[in-house]
């Protein structure tokens, strides 16, 4: 089982952070979020990796 340690992280115009969803790789969590901008929203997707030794 991979661990998913890349997320997709959403904010908003005020600076709030949401976390959208967590995967296995980069390219998966890029390619979620490129869909998510894609929509046409105006918040901004980032893609951040989890330091799994620091939980």
Known sequence: MSELVW?????DDN???YR????????EAERVADTLD???HKQLYL???IDR???
Do not use: D, K, L, W
């Open 53 to 55: 030794r620091a939980s």
């Open 47 to 49: 893609v951040e990796r």
């Open 20 to 27: 959208v969803g967590r995967y296995a790789t980069r390219q």
């Open 7 to 11: 997320v997709v992280i959403r904010q």
């Open 15 to 17: 600076g709030n952070r």
């Open 38 to 40: 894609a929509r046409g």
